[in-house]
């Protein structure tokens, strides 16, 4: 049972450079996250999805796009990287997003440089 | 919209002896309320979270917490720490009309023998 899987696990991208961070559940679960993680911030919401074809904003979208591609799936993109944007991200997911738990991936540490 | 404070952002603690982690929340609905336990170098893992009933839990590796809905407190205590108990501590709200789910800043244990 893979719960939920980030790739890649590390990366290091130039200024300018794009790419995008995929993110699979196993679970079947509806609800997906994605939160960055900066020392003394705690994690911080990005994009979240409720169910599978819909996507909101959360705390820090500024930079980001996501896709929900199917119920199992949601990627994170970086269309311009910045500075500003190194950091540890993390995938979550939740069966239906109000008052369950949620499962994490193990993070993709991304250093823009 | 909900947020979550620790009020500790570091708590250093000889093993063996108790520890509680402090945290409050806001929010103009009803909440769901969790602690999540972050180990070096890996994800988050839940310890134990408050849905509805009694406002005293129990979560894993000992640890329990009680919300105080008067206070919108959701502290976190262990009466005897050990040494693997040294990692990053999050406390986390879900709002009862919501999807979003908000982390607190963490709170750094060290456990010292």
């Known amino acids: 049972n893979a719960g939920v899987t980030q790739t890649p696990k590390f990366q290091v991208l130039k200024t300018g450079q794009s790419m995008t961070l995929q993110c699979a559940q196993d679970m079947n679960h509806n609800s997906m996250y994605w939160y960055r993680q900066d020392p003394g911030m705690g994690l911080r919401l990005i994009y979240y999805?409720?169910?599978?074809?819909?996507?909101d904003k959360g705390e820090v979208p500024n930079g980001y796009n996501v896709s929900r591609l199917n119920k199992r799936e949601f990627s994170l993109r970086l269309e311009s990287a910045a500075p500003s944007q190194t950091s540890v991200y993390f995938c979550a997911s939740t069966p239906d997003g109000v008052g369950t738990e949620a499962f994490f991936g193990q993070g993709t540490r991304l250093t823009v440089v | 919209a909900q947020s979550v404070t620790q009020l500790d952002s570091q708590v250093p603690v000889f093993e063996e002896a108790p520890v509680e982690l402090r945290c409050n929340y806001s929010?103009?609905?009803?909440?769901?309320l969790f602690w999540y336990v972050q180990y070096p170098n890996q994800g988050l893992q839940l310890l134990l979270k408050y849905l509805s009933g009694s406002t005293l839990v129990k979560g894993i590796n000992g640890f329990e917490a009680e919300f105080n809905k008067s206070q919108t407190s959701f502290h976190l205590r262990k009466p005897s720490v050990h040494i693997s108990d040294t990692a990053e501590y999050f406390c986390a709200v879900i709002s009862s009309n919501d999807y979003k789910l908000s982390f607190g800043a963490g709170t750094t244990v060290t456990v010292r023998a």
């Open positions: 929010s103009s609905v009803s909440v769901y």
């Open positions: 999805s409720a169910s599978e074809g819909t996507t």
